[in-house]
C-alpha cells in the first residue's frame, strides 16, 4: 500500500474558496459557513483503505463537534473517469452508507484540492471562524496495518482548543494515506515532491 503524506500547508493560510457540488447536486461554498465556529474541511474518497479505517470515527467526530458549531465537509477529488468506484453516485452510496451528516462534494476539475495542496486521502484541513489554517495533519495515529485505536485523537485535540478560545499546538503531524489519483496531465508542482 503506498503512503503519501500531507503537505502542510502552511499555518494561517486562509481557506481557500470552493463552490462545488454535494451529492444531491446541490452548491456548497465555503462561505456558506461564515458564522460556523470552525471549519473542518477534510479530502476524502471512497475507495481508499486509510479513509474506511478512520470512516467511522470520522462519523463520530462529526456528531460530537457539529452540535457546538463546528461545519465539517468532505471532498473528493479523485479522478472518477480511472477510479469508477469514486464516481459522484457511488459517493451518494457512501455517503448513505457511511451515515455522513457532513456536506460531501466532488471536486471535478481537482482545482479546489490543488489550491489546499491536498495530496492524499485522508487530508485535513481545520480553519478558525476567521477562516484561518490552525491545524492540518493526521486524524489520529492509526493506519490500516497498524494496531492504534481509532481515536481521533490529534483532531480532537485541536478542535477542542480552538473551541475552548486557544491555539491548537504547532506540534502536528502529517496525515498519511493514498495519494489523490490525479488526472492525467493533471498533476500538480508538488505531486512530484510528496510521491512515495
Known amino acids: 500500500m503506498a503512503q503519501t503524506p500531507s503537505t502542510m500547508l502552511d499555518l494561517g493560510t486562509v481557506a481557500p474558496d470552493f463552490r462545488l457540488p454535494d451529492v444531491s447536486g446541490n452548491l456548497v461554498s465555503r462561505d456558506d459557513f461564515k458564522s460556523a465556529s470552525a471549519l473542518l474541511v477534510m479530502f476524502v474518497c471512497n475507495h481508499?483503505?486509510?479513509?474506511k479505517h478512520i470512516q467511522a470515527g470520522l462519523v463520530l467526530l462529526a456528531k460530537d463537534y457539529q452540535a457546538n458549531g463546528v461545519a465539517i465537509v468532505?471532498?473528493?477529488?479523485?479522478d472518477a473517469e480511472k477510479y469508477p468506484d469514486d464516481s459522484?453516485?457511488?459517493?451518494q452510496e457512501e455517503a448513505r452508507a457511511a451515515g455522513y451528516t457532513f456536506p460531501y462534494l466532488y471536486d471535478a476539475t481537482q482545482a479546489v484540492a490543488k489550491d489546499y495542496r491536498a495530496a492524499c486521502t485522508p487530508d485535513f484541513f481545520l480553519f478558525?471562524?476567521?477562516?484561518?489554517?490552525?491545524?492540518r495533519g493526521q486524524?489520529?495515529?492509526a493506519r490500516p496495518k497498524n494496531a492504534e485505536p481509532v481515536t481521533g485523537k490529534d483532531m480532537r485535540a485541536a478542535l477542542n482548543a480552538l473551541l475552548a478560545g486557544r491555539t491548537p499546538s504547532v506540534?502536528?503531524?502529517?496525515s498519511v494515506g493514498c495519494n489523490i489519483k490525479w488526472k492525467p496531465g493533471n498533476?500538480?508542482?508538488?505531486?512530484?515532491?510528496?510521491k512515495k
Open 48 to 51: 481508499c483503505p486509510f479513509v
Open 74 to 78: 468532505a471532498i473528493s477529488s479523485n
Open 88 to 91: 459522484p453516485a457511488k459517493m
Open 128 to 135: 478558525d471562524k476567521n477562516f484561518k489554517l490552525v491545524y
Open 139 to 141: 486524524f489520529d495515529a
Open 171 to 174: 506540534d502536528q503531524v502529517p
Open 187 to 194: 498533476e500538480p508542482d508538488y505531486f512530484s515532491v510528496v
